[in-house]
């Protein structure tokens, strides 16, 4: 199967999601069977990249980047959106590898993408939430998108999940090279960067399990990072959107 046949692809970053990733994909599949996949690995040390590569030799809608040491979550989709352009995928999905991005959502992206250039997936919309997650977990989640909210003066609810959908566009249109954000921040920065050059975004609801296997990221120094760079966007407002602007006519004439 041509790499470009497919009608998306699902970008999953892995370091030590060996336990997770072979069941995600059958899962994945289940719901969107023409649908490809690639998994970005940070040369896990658990064998995750290994793995990775024999589901791919299984699977032909099953693709790996390997990358040489863990650089976080921001670095491994900026990796993922270039091969993606590269391989002239017309809708490109960020998801994470433990199963708190429900593979069952997926159609209601696809839905929402048939009239917005973004969807974000959204715990605090209608129908949305979270499960089995401790209150400082909700209050740190809850407190950074409001944080976000106010300071960017944005209307979407849920500005620091990573399940989202991107029409090949808004990424031809961002500037991939100056993205510097990796943790949360870093999915602000996406979202805040495509409002700018003037695309349209939408929401969809999506449930939000805590993992069941392996272990989660979320560092100190994450939260550090956002709390730091969202003013740093909010700052640079008019440069970014003049930009960005320019970006999006360049991506709709080369269409």
């Known amino acids: 199967m041509p790499l ?3 009608p998306a692809l699902i970008c999953l970053p892995t370091f030590n999601e060996r336990e997770n990733l072979p069941l995600l994909v059958v899962e994945i599949f289940k719901v969107v069977p023409d649908f490809h996949i690639l998994v970005v690995d940070d040369n896990s040390p658990d ?6 590569d024999q589901l791919a030799a299984a699977d032909s809608r099953v693709h790996v980047l390997h990358r040489e040491r863990k650089e976080g979550l921001g670095r491994a989709y900026l990796s993922a959106f270039r091969w993606a352009l590269q391989h002239d995928y017309p809708l490109v999905f960020e998801m994470d590898c433990d199963f708190s991005h429900p593979p069952r959502f997926l159609p209601e992206f696809v839905a929402k993408a048939a009239t917005c250039d973004l969807v974000l997936g959204s715990r605090y ?7 089995d997650w401790d209150w400082r977990r909700r209050l740190i989640s809850r407190g950074g998108n409001t944080y976000a909210q106010l300071i960017l003066g944005l209307p979407y609810r849920d500005l620091t999940g990573g399940f989202k959908c991107f029409h090949r566009r808004v990424l031809e249109a961002l500037p991939l090279d100056e993205i510097v954000s990796n943790g ?4 602000i920065e996406l979202t805040w960067r495509a409002v700018l050059a003037g695309f349209s975004i939408g ?3 999506i449930q939000f399990p805590d993992r069941t296997r392996g272990q989660s990221k979320m560092s100190g120094s994450i939260v550090h990072e956002a709390v730091v760079n969202v003013w740093k966007l909010r700052l640079a407002k008019a440069k970014l959107r003049r930009a960005g602007r320019q970006r999006a006519v360049a991506s709709v004439r080369g269409a």
């Open 4 to 6: 470009n046949s497919a």
């Open 47 to 52: 064998g995750t990249g290994p793995l990775a």
């Open 125 to 131: 919309i209608a129908g949305g939430g979270t499960q």
């Open 184 to 187: 949360y921040v870093f999915q």
């Open 203 to 205: 929401e969809v609801p």
